[in-house]
């Protein structure tokens, strides 16, 4: 049971702006949402997380829906490095007992910019 | 500052070998993390150490021992390799501060068994 759905692949130009979409309509009211990309050959890379409010950071935004079912990553002027595989995560505290976090990864986005 | 470091970066097995993947990482962070990556698949959780001395299994723990030798080191071993354990394999250590969560990964192991 997929806990994220992403879309295969988009395409953007550079220099304009990109909505990398992402459900996750079982998410329980204490996981967090998480981003991560991946460029070839390399391990992910963190770009961005939140809980229930839009967060920004100097690399993108991140804009969460009001009932928390889907989530999406905007890259506000997307560059040729910005090409990459997205993946869209939800973090969920184990039980106590546990003392770890669980992470779901999904099959994620790639992303291919159009010079 | 290294980051998170990984051997070998490749490696090729026979059925049956065993062999242990390292990895560490300098960031004086307490929990790492190793997943498995199939081509075109995202990662899945193999195991994880919260903190040293401790070890638990993620969502596909099955044909893999783990050793959180100290606070840096965190290694993988595949007791008896199998066609189906070929995968990229990457180790992650995690920096938390109050509400703040990243996962730091390393460059990968690719491991092919025959």
């Known amino acids: 049971d997929a806990k994220t759905t992403q879309p295969n692949s988009m395409e953007s130009n550079e220099e304009e702006p990109v909505h990398l979409p992402c459900n996750h309509s079982t998410i329980s009211g204490t996981d967090y949402i998480h981003w991560y990309r991946q460029l070839p050959s390399q391990g992910p890379e963190y770009v961005i997380h939140?809980?229930?409010s839009n967060v920004n950071n100097r690399m993108a935004s991140l804009a969460i829906a009001e009932d928390r079912k889907s989530s999406t990553l905007i890259l506000h002027r997307a560059t040729l490095r910005d090409a990459a595989v997205y993946y869209c995560?939800?973090?969920?505290?184990?039980?106590?007992?546990?003392?770890?976090?669980?992470?779901?990864f999904g099959t994620g986005t790639s992303l291919t910019v159009i010079p | 500052n290294a980051g998170v470091t990984q051997t070998p970066k490749f490696q090729v097995l026979k059925t049956g070998q065993s062999m242990t993947l390292q990895c560490a990482q300098d960031m004086n962070h307490n929990s790492m993390y190793w997943y498995r990556q199939d081509p075109g698949m995202g990662l899945r959780l193999i195991y994880y150490?919260?903190?040293?001395?401790?070890?638990d299994k993620g969502e596909v723990p099955n044909g893999y021992n783990v050793s959180r030798l100290n606070k840096r080191e965190f290694s993988l071993r595949l007791e008896s390799a199998a066609p189906s354990q070929t995968s990229v394999y990457f180790c992650a250590s995690i920096f938390t501060s109050g509400g703040y969560y990243e996962q730091y990964f390393g460059p990968g192991t690719r491991l092919t068994v025959t």
């Open positions: 995560i939800l973090r969920a505290e184990l039980p106590r007992r546990f003392s770890g976090n669980q992470f779901y």
């Open positions: 939140g809980l229930t």
């Open positions: 150490s919260a903190s040293e001395g401790t070890t």
